[in-house]
């Protein structure tokens, strides 16, 4: 079975995992998916590169409980999640939740669900190289809002 | 009793390493940042009261209540920046 999780250096391509997500799966009629990439700019700042940290283990753990909670919560059938770590460029792919249901209106809400537990509770940390110097990212308390349009009340930022 | 404590990010690069183990007497999350700060100047600052550090305890996010064991791996970060 395709493993739910994969924190990994190397990029991913959309279609082959969409593909493998709802091989053979008759029940589907609606695939979510969501890709998040690098930008260049960040807080007004030109950013070059960035570089993840993680902590191996506990990203996969907190995932997946992620992903367990999404099913408990949403009628769907399958996701995804693959995490990008090591150093990336501007343009890079760096992260990408997919989500398979019967209908519409579950996998895009669990999609997004799942995207906004992992801003606020998966150990990742991102430093960004800009003009002025290398610095930590900072948590945004938007993220929190998010999250706390689903009833969750787990602060970050 | 003895644990691992793991830092990362910012914190890690402040304190200049990943992972330490320690024996220690502390019985919570909050009795060992107390312990911590009193170790180095550079604990003192990094796990600051007032400052935004998030804990877990056995890879699980976790707030300063939550009670050690022996053999635990407890871990401080900053507030994570993912996806």
């Known amino acids: 079975m395709l493993p739910r999780v994969a924190v990994q250096l190397e990029d991913f391509d959309l279609s082959t ?13 609606a695939v979510c998916s969501f890709v998040g990439t ?6 007004g700042d030109q950013v070059a590169t960035l ?9 996969e753990k907190a995932i997946e409980a992620m992903i367990d909670a999404a099913m408990a919560r949403f009628d769907i059938y399958a996701a995804r999640v ?4 090591g150093l990336l460029q501007p343009l890079d792919q760096i992260v990408m939740v997919a989500v398979t249901s019967a209908h519409r209106g579950e996998s895009f809400q669990a999609c997004e669900f799942i995207m906004d537990y992992l801003k606020t509770q998966a150990p990742f940390w991102k430093k960004e190289q800009t ?12 993220d929190d809002t998010a999250l706390a349009r689903w009833g969750l009340q787990a602060p970050n930022a | 009793m003895k644990i691992t404590v793991k830092y990362f990010a910012s914190i890690r690069e402040a304190l200049g390493q990943g992972t330490e183990q320690r024996d220690t007497t502390a019985s919570t999350l909050a009795d060992l ?3 911590l700060l009193t170790i180095s100047p550079s604990h003192a600052m990094a796990l600051a009261r007032g400052k935004p550090v998030r804990m877990a305890l056995d890879q699980v996010m976790s707030d300063e209540s939550a009670a050690l064991s022996d053999g ?12």
């Open chain 1, 131 to 142: 003009p002025a110097g290398a610095r930590w990212v900072d948590a945004r308390v938007s």
């Open chain 1, 17 to 29: 995992e969409i593909a493998m997500l709802r091989e053979s799966d008759k029940r589907v009629g």
């Open chain 1, 82 to 85: 693959i995490h990008r770590v």
């Open chain 1, 38 to 43: 690098v930008r260049d700019r960040n807080e």
């Open chain 1, 51 to 59: 570089e993840l940290e993680h902590y191996p283990g506990m990203t």
């Open chain 2, 72 to 83: 635990c791996e407890v871990a401080f970060f900053p507030p994570v920046t993912g996806g």
């Open chain 2, 33 to 35: 940042r107390d312990e």
